[in-house]
């Protein structure tokens, strides 16, 4: 998937952000028609790994927190695929979110 995709994915489906315990953000993107794509976004300093997951177990998932839980989960198991974006990208997709989670919560 092109960086522009998921872009747009974000766009039309929001998101979630975590901190995790090592203090890096991490951002998820669930798909809210289906309910079994999900994305995962770790920034770093120097890079952002999107990992795509997707399973039928997402479906019925009506909270980010219970998904995060299943990737977590299935990351475990090396169900995750992991492909690194720019951190340019990654700021840009960001950037919208955060603001809207500060708001928000």
Not at 46 to 51: D, H, S
Not at 55 to 81: A, D, M, P
Request: charged share 25%; net charge negative; aromatic share 10%.
């Amino acid at each position: 998937m092109m960086d522009t995709d998921k872009n747009a994915f974000l766009k039309e489906h929001g998101c979630c952000f975590y901190l995790s315990n090592d203090g890096k953000t991490q951002l998820c993107a669930v798909d809210s028609e289906q309910w079994k794509d999900a994305f995962v976004a770790i920034l770093t300093d120097e890079l952002v790994c999107m990992r795509h997951a997707e399973t039928n177990e997402f479906k019925g998932e009506r909270t980010n927190r219970q998904v995060w839980s299943e990737i977590k989960h299935l990351n475990r198991y090396g169900n995750c695929q992991v492909s690194e974006i720019a951190v340019e990208n990654a700021n840009a997709m960001l950037k919208e979110y955060v603001f809207d989670y500060i708001n928000n919560h």
